[in-house]
């Protein structure tokens, strides 16, 4: 069955400092391909999606992520970490060979140091 | 635009109390709707998932029931809650599997079974 492993369930950076938040997914066949921000106490909000064309993806508050086949990853990035991007990233897959719903990342927490 | 609302953003019942949490998606029509739980610490478990009026389907055997009386309303219930039904629940829609632009989530209902 398709997994999505998220590495590091916290990840602490230094504000201005880059940030990467890592996903892999486990099938032979790339799913389409998103990441989500949770803000404490509140829903989940999509940050960028990958479904086909340019690899290298850009979202919403300077958030990028790079879809590699060969890797089987889809890590995102920012390049400068602010206070405000401290929550919780959950990365999730959707198979294209099944009409199964979002298959999720346990997600990684990402904490801002001063 | 599509909106979702979920209702209450909090709440406290005691063990052996009824639950229901609603939730309702606005501009769009024939949507799949999603009941998640995120319990403390932990990832988003899928509960229950509709594909239509009637049509429910559940992921994990629990004490949590889950209806769709009308085309964009989804109702979350229990007859008798548990300590262990503590948790953040988000409902969630999508335009068929989600796809092409992912999930849409309320804003969440906490629940403390006390």
């Known amino acids: 069955a398709q997994s999505v492993t998220q590495l590091g369930s916290h990840v602490s950076v230094s504000e201005g400092a880059l940030v990467l938040l890592r996903c892999n997914y486990s099938s032979s066949v790339p799913p389409y391909l998103f990441w989500y921000v949770q803000y404490p106490n509140q829903g989940l909000q999509l940050l960028l999606k990958?479904?086909?064309?340019a690899t290298l993806v850009k979202g919403i508050n300077g958030f990028e992520a790079e879809f590699k086949k060969s890797e089987t990853s889809f890590h995102l990035t920012k390049p400068s970490a602010h206070m405000s991007d401290a929550a919780e990233y959950f990365c999730?897959?959707?198979?294209?060979?099944?009409?199964?719903?979002?298959?999720w990342g346990a997600g990684t927490k990402l904490i801002i140091k001063p | 635009s599509q909106t979702i609302h979920q209702w209450p953003a909090t709440l406290v019942q005691p063990v052996g109390s009824p639950l229901s949490l609603e939730c309702t998606v606005e501009?769009?029509?024939?949507?799949?709707l999603y009941w998640y739980r995120q319990a403390a610490g932990r990832g988003l478990q899928l509960l229950f998932y509709?594909?239509?009026?009637?049509?429910i389907s559940s992921e994990v055997p629990q004490n949590l029931s889950a209806s769709r009386p009308q085309d964009r309303q989804f109702i979350l219930s229990s007859k008798k809650l548990l300590l262990s039904d503590s948790g953040f629940y988000l409902c969630?829609?999508?335009?068929?599997?989600?796809?092409?632009?992912?999930?849409?989530f309320g804003q969440g209902t906490r629940l403390t079974v006390v």
């Open positions: 990958y479904t086909t064309g």
């Open positions: 509709s594909i239509g009026i009637g049509q």
């Open positions: 999730a897959v959707i198979p294209k060979d099944s009409n199964y719903q979002l298959i």
């Open positions: 969630a829609w999508s335009r068929g599997t989600g796809r092409e632009s992912g999930a849409f």
């Open positions: 501009g769009t029509s024939n949507p799949n």
